[in-house]
């Protein structure tokens, strides 16, 4: 938390080699006293998981259309990697010697590739994907917390925003080829073609929540306490 008695700052850097890919963490934080009773802390990171799944070049036969597809073009070793970012800051300040007030704000940002499952029919930490698969997720939390007195009672206030959006592509292959042997379709273009029937999946996840609590609580030196909210 911030800490308006004293500045201080640190960091944090690793680098590690997975299956000949790199990845890395550095993260770094600074407390910075604004005046006696106000300081500001500032935390940063950053973060880059190294792949280890590879996706390996493959032939997949729709038995119904008599359609065969490849991914060639999508062959890669080591193509689940994952990067994250995101940043802290909260603010902290001392109204008075009973009441303070620290809010915060938050943000993430985390971009994913490819698949985290194998086929062990095509080796160890392999698998075959015919279709894009990223994973885009980012959100943002505000907070604000109040600490204070009344009386001799202890009052706290601590509420939240969170907004997060979460955008997808995932390969569905393996599913459209047991349909088509379970029940057997084919697909057509405007001209009465067959089509490659390969699905994927594109979606769009969006979150929104709010968070109150309002907590009243007795001295804690005395031999019967209560808490209530």
Do not use: C
Not at 24 to 31: H, I, K, R, V
Not at 36 to 42: G, M, N, S, V, Y
């Amino acid at each position: 938390k911030p800490d308006p008695s004293k500045f201080a700052a640190g960091y944090d850097v690793e680098g590690n080699v997975l299956d000949g890919e790199a990845g890395y963490l550095a993260e770094g934080f600074a407390n910075l006293p604004l005046s006696e009773k106000a300081a500001i802390r500032l935390v940063g990171w950053g973060k880059r998981d190294a792949g280890y799944i590879s996706n390996v070049a493959a032939d997949r036969f729709y038995p119904t259309p008599e359609i065969t597809i490849n991914n060639a073009d999508r062959a890669k070793e080591d193509y689940n990697d994952v990067e994250t970012y995101g940043a802290r800051a909260a603010l902290r300040v001392d109204l008075n010697d009973s009441w303070t007030v620290t809010p915060t704000l938050m943000h993430q940002q985390q971009e994913s590739n490819g698949a985290f499952a194998y086929d062990p029919s095509l080796g160890d930490l392999k698998v075959a994907r015919y279709r894009p698969e990223h994973a885009d997720d980012r959100w943002t939390q505000a907070a604000l917390t109040v600490e204070g007195k009344i009386a001799n009672l202890d009052v706290v206030y601590a509420g939240s925003y969170l907004k997060r959006n979460v955008d997808t592509e995932q390969d569905y292959s393996d599913y459209s080829l047991f349909y088509d042997i379970s029940y057997g379709y084919t697909l057509y273009n405007d001209d009465g073609v067959t089509i490659d029937p390969t699905q994927y999946i594109q979606w769009k996840d969006r979150y929104k929540r709010h968070s109150h609590e309002f907590r009243v609580s007795t001295p804690s030196d005395k031999r019967v306490r209560f808490v209530g909210g």
